[in-house]
């Protein structure tokens, strides 16, 4: 199965919480998905309540792209973030870019960059009151990557990325974690078409097609309660995730052209960059 359509898969494994009017399009798959049954009232709410999981995480975007292709990942590196703002919405939206760039080096197995990227992650969690909960797996992180321990890594920042997912919860900032969510798709987006664009494929560009997707994103981030909802940056990447919505809402039997992937890999980077640079 191809790497994107594995992505895809992911992407509505994880979108399970989210009513059925958000499918795209039918989806091969050994999972028995429309065997499930609908859920009940009691595991909606509970839906809710873990609704952070059901936007894929830069892991399930990246381990596709493993398994399908010997992609060139020290490509997608990027210079160093420095985060000099006090706004916590864009320090929601950059440590999920960040979290993003720690799976990026761990798939590229480049381990300075992870003892990097885990620094700025652990720097970040502290702007953000949740470092407490995620000190620990700093030291871990350093220690697997200087001992080349890339798959145990891998499920370490799994882990970290739910410790601050949890620590979020618990100082009850939800709404901080739709934005560390919505910050590590957009950034994982720019990586997966930019190493798309490395090894074109019209199938797989055909799998680009997910409005629903970005529909659901944009209903979250504009459901941002208080300051968060007034932020010019937040407001910024609603606008922008219009334009993004609609470089993925072809018609299902179009094929995107290697310029219609570049152009939402443009967009998705754009925006990246705005995230980490916004004053």
Known sequence: MCFLRKWLILSFLLLSYVPAA???QPLTSSLPISDQAPLSPDAMKHAVWIEGLTIPTPGEFFAAFQKGAKPNWASQ???PVVISSAKRAQMALNLGTLIADGYIAVEAQDSQQVKNIGKDVLALAKKLSVSQSVL???ATISEFAENNAWGPLNEELEATQ???KKAMLENRDPDLITLVNIGGWIRGTGVVTGLLLQNYDRDQAKLLRQPSLV???KNKISNLAGKLQSDSLVQKVIAELEDIQKMVSFPLDHIPS??????LNL???KLTK????AE
């Open 22 to 24: 958000f499918s795209d």
């Open 77 to 79: 590196f990027r210079p």
């Open 136 to 138: 620990a797996r700093g």
């Open 162 to 164: 739910n410790e601050v």
């Open 215 to 217: 529909e659901y994103l």
């Open 258 to 263: 290697v310029e219609e992937v570049r152009s």
């Open 267 to 269: 967009a998705a980077s």
């Open 274 to 277: 705005e995230i980490a640079t």
